[in-house]
């Protein structure tokens, strides 16, 4: 289970985030013989926090998300919970939450229309800092937008848009190896499912990075 962040920041009004290298700084690491891993740069641009950050989602009724905003405290209980149907609820897509943002809109941090909300779209739920910014939710309505805008995308449509000297220049949170192709797949595919998931039960998602 990933560390929860430490301290609040102050309260600010709920609002659609957009992350950006602006308001979220993060640097990348030297090469490594895995997936390329970024960091929080903490220390004014003259070192590297190394870290890895994970996309992960949960299904949720509309009235979880009302509770949250009623009692927020009780998120983080929400997202890691001692519970037996947690798993059927829950997504990892592990670190290709970024080169499939980047391919679905084109753009490493921006994005617009329903796909946005696939990795980095959706309205802060609470001011908790889970380390790398506060989880984020898209409504019912949002998830089947979502869900309808990635069904007729396929892998392999996703996978043409590679450009690897775009992505050198994005500096995404990500590197090419050879297993690169199945591991993108087995992630994109198995979100395409969750989002149809949770449109067809009217859930919300719940989705942050961890």
Do not use: C
Not at 8 to 22: A, E, F, G, I, Q
Not at 34 to 59: A, C, E, K, N, V
Not at 127 to 134: H, M, W
Not at 152 to 172: T, Y
């Amino acid at each position: 289970m990933a560390a929860m962040g430490q301290g609040r920041p102050s309260r600010l009004p709920r609002h659609r985030v957009r992350y950006t290298p602006d308001s979220r700084r993060f640097a990348a690491t030297p090469k490594s013989s895995g997936p390329l891993l970024l960091g929080l740069d903490t220390s004014g641009g003259r070192g590297i926090h190394r870290m890895s950050m994970t996309g992960r989602y949960l299904r949720v009724e509309s009235r979880a998300i009302a509770g949250i905003h009623a009692a927020p405290s009780t998120l983080v209980d929400l997202l890691y919970p001692e519970s037996a149907d947690y798993e059927g609820r829950y997504l990892d897509i592990d670190k290709t939450w970024h080169i499939i943002h980047f391919l679905l809109n084109n753009h490493a941090w921006e994005g617009s229309g329903a796909v946005f909300g696939a990795a980095l779209g959706g309205t802060e739920l609470t001011d908790e800092d889970l380390v790398y910014g506060p989880a984020r939710y898209l409504p019912p309505a949002e998830v089947r937008a979502t869900a309808q805008a990635l069904k007729p995308i396929s892998f392999g449509e996703l996978w043409s848009r590679l450009d690897e000297a775009r992505i050198r220049e994005a500096e995404l949170y990500w590197e090419r190896t050879p297993e690169s192709e199945a591991y993108v797949r087995e992630n994109y595919q198995a979100l395409q499912a969750f989002f149809l998931k949770a449109a067809s039960s009217n859930e919300a998602v719940i989705l942050w990075l961890a």
